[in-house]
């Protein structure tokens, strides 16, 4: 992270680039930079920013563990600090709700609790809901999403897929309460039922190959791209079912980036997506990180 920070600064301010590259007691000559050099070396070169502000906004770090946290949080604090005389130095770092995170400096915004996270909730559900026909429905889903927000767009469009084809009453009945429960039955039924409806849960668990050795593919490979994923899924439904279904599992892949993304969110029961990264990559991820949490 602070190699990529420094990059996005001495690509702004080539005066801060010479000055401190060439500086051989913060950079030494030879060896790789490690991560106390990088973070003395981003401290030193935003306390020479000047009358030059800098914003950094630094996303998900509940996906860290403790140390990394520390790790990233301690030289914010310390610029915060130390060398923030005239306020050009702002960090904005977001989390999920984390217990440990306390900063020394700045402020700690609790969004779900803001007024505005409400009026976005229910914008959002009166924007994206195509279902208009039905009385009640948008206020159901706002009652029923307990403010959150992944909640409202998983329901929403299963929603606008297949419909609401029961009364609301039956409705309210059947949506699950809760992020993990809306998961857990996602995964109890097939991807094409409605997940709402309690007369639709089979007396047997689906086929779930699929959906095991996707997301066991997405858990643990290292940045897995849209590329990459038919050869895993193809190799681990092979050893899931055995060779003589390697063919078939073979010609069923496509090579088109959209059937890629399709096969994606099929054998993931929606649960992961391909994000466009830099340079045209296109990574294979869940569509949040409460996903992985949940598994």
């Known amino acids: 992270m602070y190699r ?3 990059h996005q600064i001495f690509e702004e301010c080539h005066d ?5 590259l060439v500086d051989q007691k ?17 401290t030193t070169a935003v306390s020479r920013l000047g009358q030059r502000w800098l914003v950094c906004y630094i996303d998900a770090l ?21 060398y923030n005389e005239h306020g050009q130095f702002r960090a904005f770092c977001s989390s999920r709700h ?3 995170l306390s900063p020394s400096v700045g402020i700690v915004l609790k969004m779900d609790r803001l007024p505005g ?3 976005d909730l229910k914008r959002y559900i009166n924007d994206c809901l195509k279902v208009k026909d039905v009385p009640g429905l948008a206020e159901l889903l706002f009652e029923k999403s307990n403010g959150i927000f992944l909640w409202v767009v998983l329901v929403i469009r299963v929603l606008n897929r297949n419909g609401v084809p ?5 409705l309210k009945e059947g949506l699950p309460d809760g992020l993990y429960n809306l998961f857990r039955m996602i995964l109890e039924r097939d991807i094409s039922d409605p997940i709402w409806t309690t007369s639709k849960l089979r007396s047997e668990r689906p086929n779930l190959d699929l959906f095991d050795v996707a997301t066991t593919w997405i858990m643990y490979g290292h940045d897995l791209t849209i590329d990459i994923f038919p050869h895993a899924l193809e190799s681990g439904m092979a050893v899931k079912r055995g060779l003589d279904d390697l063919v078939a599992i073979k010609t069923n892949l496509s090579t088109s980036r959209k059937r890629i993304e399709k096969t994606i969110i099929s054998a993931t029961k929606g649960l992961a ?3 466009r990264r830099r340079h045209c990559v296109y990574k294979v991820q869940f569509i949040h990180e409460s996903v992985r949490t949940f598994l």
């Open 98 to 100: 984390y217990e440990n």
């Open 117 to 119: 996270h409400i009026q």
């Open 62 to 82: 509940d996906e860290c563990d403790q140390t990394q946290i520390h790790d990233v949080m301690e030289p914010l604090e310390t610029i915060a600090r130390d």
């Open 273 to 275: 997506e391909v994000k």
């Open 16 to 20: 801060l680039r010479d000055e401190l």
């Open 4 to 6: 990529h920070l420094l």
């Open 166 to 170: 029961c009364s609301i009453h039956e």
């Open 26 to 42: 913060l950079i030494p000559s030879k060896g790789d930079l490690n991560l106390s050099m990088l973070k003395r070396i981003f």
